[in-house]
């Protein structure tokens, strides 16, 4: 069964809104959270992921430590305790565990983007989000920029939700300047830039193609309020942004009704 496009524009908090609090961390989050969008939209989050030495998924980007902790090294070399000795952000938070981040949600959509490729990986999520209710695994779309990642879960977990790959966007992108989109991939969250080297890759016709398939067209990252309009107007139904609470802001500043 095939995904139902949002009815309400989603604005992702990429990394619990990395620009307006320390990413990928439990008060990034809760800010996050605590915004009031418009009442046409809906908030949802997303983090990043990595496994440690032990098998824990922590919310963490980067491969090593150093740019958002004071730790030092790889994050796959380190066990989860050791992991969760180190200080996040300016104000010196733990690295949470992906389970901890599911108990914050309620009932917002999570993406959780996949930075390593090893197959490992894949099986631990899988194994970790088996043990989830239902209703939990229906609020989790996940991606990953590591193709192999994406289809290895798929094959694992047909159930869940996953973002398309890069060659399927490409593809879809080919075949609808070919009129051909009837043969595009579906059933998955298209999560894309506007543009990408030099390509306008969210145009109506990629949303409307998207929308008859019942799939959500997700644009990163908007930290403006015209340019999500704009998008929005094209049809897209979300947008990934590092300033949850100003570009709400921004958006319940303007006047009249959503643009059709």
Same mark, same amino acid.
């Given at each position: 069964?095939?995904?139902?496009?949002?009815s309400a524009f989603v604005?992702?908090?990429?990394?619990?809104?990395?620009?307006?609090?320390?990413?990928?961390?439990?008060?990034?989050?809760?800010?996050?959270?605590?915004?009031?969008?418009?009442?046409?939209?809906?908030?949802?989050?997303?983090?990043?992921?990595?496994?440690?030495?032990?098998?824990?998924?922590?919310?963490?980007?980067?491969?090593?430590l150093e740019r958002t902790?004071?730790?030092?090294?790889?994050?796959?070399?380190?066990?989860?305790?050791?992991?969760?000795?180190?200080?996040?952000?300016?104000?010196?938070?733990?690295?949470? +565990?992906?389970? #901890?981040?599911?108990? @914050?949600? &309620? %009932?917002?959509?999570? !993406?959780?983007?996949?930075? *390593?490729?090893?197959?490992?990986?894949?099986?631990?999520?899988?194994?970790?989000?088996?043990?989830?209710?239902?209703?939990?695994?229906?609020q989790l779309i996940l991606?990953?920029?590591?193709?192999?990642?994406?289809?290895?879960?798929?094959?694992?977990?047909?159930?869940?939700?996953?973002?398309?790959?890069?060659?399927?966007?490409?593809?879809?992108?080919?075949?609808?300047?070919?009129?051909?989109?009837?043969?595009?991939?579906?059933?998955?969250?298209?999560?894309?830039?506007?543009?990408?080297?030099?390509?306008?890759?969210?145009?109506? +016709?990629?949303? #409307?193609?998207?929308? @008859?398939? &019942? %799939?959500?067209?997700? !644009?990163?990252?908007?930290? *403006?309020?015209?340019?999500?309009?704009?998008?929005?107007?094209?049809?897209?139904?979300?947008?990934?942004?590092?300033?949850?609470?100003?570009?709400?802001?921004?958006?319940?500043?303007?006047?009249?009704?959503?643009?059709?």
């Amino acid at each position: 069964m095939l995904p139902t496009v949002s009815s309400a524009f989603v604005m992702i908090a990429k990394a619990g809104g990395s620009a307006e609090g320390a990413e990928n961390t439990l008060s990034a989050i809760a800010a996050a959270l605590a915004v009031s969008p418009p009442g046409w939209a809906r908030l949802a989050l997303e983090i990043d992921v990595r496994l440690s030495a032990d098998g824990a998924l922590v919310a963490h980007h980067d491969a090593t430590l150093e740019r958002t902790t004071n730790g030092k090294g790889l994050v796959r070399a380190q066990p989860f305790e050791r992991l969760r000795q180190l200080s996040a952000g300016p104000g010196g938070e733990p690295m949470p +565990r992906l389970e #901890e981040v599911y108990e @914050r949600i &309620g %009932d917002h959509e999570l !993406v959780v983007e996949l930075h *390593d490729s090893e197959p490992i990986v894949v099986h631990e999520l899988v194994r970790t989000l088996a043990r989830l209710p239902p209703a939990a695994r229906q609020q989790l779309i996940l991606a990953s920029e590591h193709t192999g990642v994406v289809r290895a879960l798929r094959d694992l977990d047909p159930g869940l939700r996953t973002a398309a790959t890069a060659p399927e966007a490409w593809r879809k992108l080919l075949l609808e300047r070919l009129r051909l989109e009837r043969w595009a991939p579906r059933g998955h969250v298209w999560m894309v830039p506007a543009r990408h080297r030099g390509v306008q890759v969210v145009t109506r +016709r990629f949303a #409307e193609s998207a929308a @008859r398939a &019942g %799939d959500d067209v997700w !644009v990163f990252v908007v930290d *403006d309020a015209q340019e999500a309009l704009r998008l929005r107007r094209l049809g897209a139904s979300g947008c990934f942004t590092t300033r949850p609470r100003a570009l709400c802001r921004a958006l319940q500043a303007v006047a009249g009704p959503l643009p059709p």
